[in-house]
Every structure is written in C-alpha cells, then in structure tokens.
C-alpha cells in the first residue's frame, strides 16, 4: 500500500547552484503557488545577510535558524520553497519538510555547480582556494540526504523552465490535476 503523504507544499532541496531558487519561482508561477526561499526568511528574520551571519555568529546559529525556519513552514499551504543547500542535512528538518512537502532535489555535476557559482561571493562555504574540492566534498557528505527526496531530477542539462516543467508534471501526478478556475 503507498504511504500516505500530505504534499500540500513543495519543497525543493539539493546543492548551492542547482537551481532551486530559479526553478521554484517558475513552478510557484505555473501551479499558482507562493514562493519562498529559507535564505530570504533568514535575512528577514535576523536582519542580516547569510555571509555576516555566517561571520560573526557561525555556521552552527545559522544552522539554528534554518530549524527555525523549517518550523514554521509547518503552518504553510500551497508554497513552493527552495530550501538552502545544507537544511536537509539535518534530519529532523528533512523529516518535518516531508509531514506536508513534496520532496525534490535539484542534482549537478560538481564541475556545473562550480561554472554556475564560482564567480559568486554570497556563499560563504564556498569562499575556499579550491572550491571545485570543496563542492565535491560536500556533495559526497550530503548525498546520503538528498538522496532520500521523493523526486531526483538532474538541472545540468536542462533549462531552469524545463526543470520546472518536470517538477510539476511530478506533482501533478502525485496529487491529481488541479481543478478548473
Ligand atoms: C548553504 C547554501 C546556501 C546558504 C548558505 C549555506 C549550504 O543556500 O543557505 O550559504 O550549506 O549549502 P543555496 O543552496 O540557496 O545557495
């Protein structure tokens, strides 16, 4: 018998440079959607950019306020959220986004990931002499998490609205056609 899940949501999780913010503003658009990124809510709530909270008060607070932010994600309905890159590795984050999300995460080569941000400063986990070696070690740290989303979808070879096209095509299946305005 299948599991019986409330995807009221839809959370979009993987790596820095997947996509997730560009792609969930399409799907928000297509489904009719809100749209929200856990970065942005971070910044509203704390009145800082995620680079100074990274600075001055650690990974570890800002790892607090991602948890958080994830409780509060509880009370949504109809949003698309793009969740930062390292939010699914903890697992009761992941385990609270699955009580009321569609789960899909956004896959790239590290070698795509690095073309798509290596020329960005905001990301402070990347701000390394070898980012390349950086991305590739936490994308092997961190794949035991994405792995377990519902839907796995490569962004590499795709455009931004083909990827959303995918991402609602798999929603649409799961929760049945949306009815006629
Ligand atoms: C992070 C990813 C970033 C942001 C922070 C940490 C990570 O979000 O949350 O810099 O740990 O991978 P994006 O994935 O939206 O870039």
Same mark, same amino acid.
């Given at each position: 018998?299948?599991?019986?899940?409330?995807?009221?949501?839809?959370? &979009?999780?993987?790596?820095?440079? @997947?996509?997730? #913010? %560009?792609? =969930?503003? $399409? *799907?928000?658009?297509?489904?009719? !959607?809100?749209?929200?990124?856990?970065?942005?809510?971070?910044?509203?709530?704390?009145?800082?950019?995620?680079?100074?909270?990274?600075?001055?008060?650690?990974?570890?607070?800002?790892?607090?306020?991602?948890?958080?932010?994830?409780?509060? &994600?509880?009370?949504?309905?109809? @949003?698309?959220? #793009? %969740?930062? =890159?390292? $939010? *699914?590795?903890?697992?009761?984050? !992941?385990?609270?986004?699955?009580?009321?999300?569609?789960?899909?995460?956004?896959?790239?080569?590290?070698?795509?990931?690095?073309?798509?941000?290596?020329?960005?400063?905001?990301?402070?986990?990347?701000?390394?002499?070898?980012?390349?070696?950086?991305?590739?070690?936490?994308?092997?740290?961190?794949?035991?998490?994405?792995?377990?989303?519902?839907?796995?979808?490569?962004?590499?070879?795709?455009?931004?609205?083909?990827?959303?096209?995918?991402?609602?095509?798999?929603?649409?299946?799961?929760?049945?056609?949306?009815?006629?305005?």
């Amino acid at each position: 018998m299948r599991e019986s899940r409330d995807y009221r949501n839809i959370a &979009l999780v993987g790596f820095m440079g @997947t996509g997730k #913010s %560009t792609v =969930g503003q $399409l *799907v928000a658009g297509m489904l009719h !959607f809100r749209f929200l990124d856990t970065d942005e809510m971070i910044e509203d709530l704390t009145q800082r950019r995620i680079s100074d909270i990274f600075a001055n008060e650690g990974e570890a607070q800002f790892r607090k306020y991602e948890t958080q932010i994830v409780q509060h &994600l509880n009370t949504l309905e109809k @949003t698309v959220v #793009s %969740t930062g =890159g390292g $939010l *699914v590795t903890d697992p009761a984050n !992941f385990a609270a986004l699955k009580e009321h999300s569609l789960l899909i995460c956004l896959w790239c080569s590290p070698e795509a990931i690095l073309k798509r941000v290596g020329h960005q400063t905001h990301r402070p986990l990347l701000q390394v002499e070898n980012p390349l070696e950086r991305i590739r070690e936490l994308l092997a740290q961190r794949e035991p998490f994405y792995k377990q989303a519902d839907v796995l979808l490569s962004s590499e070879f795709r455009t931004p609205r083909e990827v959303a096209s995918h991402v609602v095509q798999h929603y649409r299946f799961l929760t049945g056609p949306a009815p006629l305005e």
